[in-house]
């Protein structure tokens, strides 16, 4: 299995950024994925997760900012990410889960990694 995050970069604030996550090894269509992200010295948090059913979760920070899709034929996850703020910069990772699980932050949950995309976003 293997995870390739492409799309982070430096942006102004209120900016915009479209993150993917190609996947290979693995159906898309029948696992769990998210988005989390991680400062330096901080714990990585969650953003976005799609179940495999389709419901989405989205974390209080980004609600509203942030949209979270998959596209299944391409085994691909994206991260819409609009009106970006500087405490939005951190470097952002994908993540898969097993088998028929539900969206969740729950790190544990995810069995695998990408190597993580940077974000900046400058005020």
């Known amino acids: 299995v293997q995870l390739v995050e492409s799309g982070g970069g430096s942006v102004q604030a209120g900016g915009s950024l479209r993150l993917s996550c190609s996947g290979s090894g693995f159906t898309s269509s029948s696992v769990c994925m998210g988005w989390f992200r991680q400062e330096p010295d901080k714990e990585r948090e969650g953003v976005a997760a799609l179940g495999w059913y389709g419901e989405s979760v989205y974390a209080r920070s980004v609600k509203g900012r942030f949209t979270i899709s998959k596209d299944n034929a391409k085994n691909t996850l994206y991260l819409e990410m609009n009106s970006l703020q500087p405490e939005d910069t951190a470097v952002y990772y994908c993540?898969?889960?097993?088998?028929?699980?539900?969206?969740?932050?729950?790190?544990?949950?995810?069995?695998?990694w990408g190597q993580g995309t940077p974000v900046t976003v400058s005020s």
């Open positions: 993540a898969a889960g097993p088998r028929w699980c539900g969206a969740t932050f729950d790190t544990s949950i995810y069995h695998y």
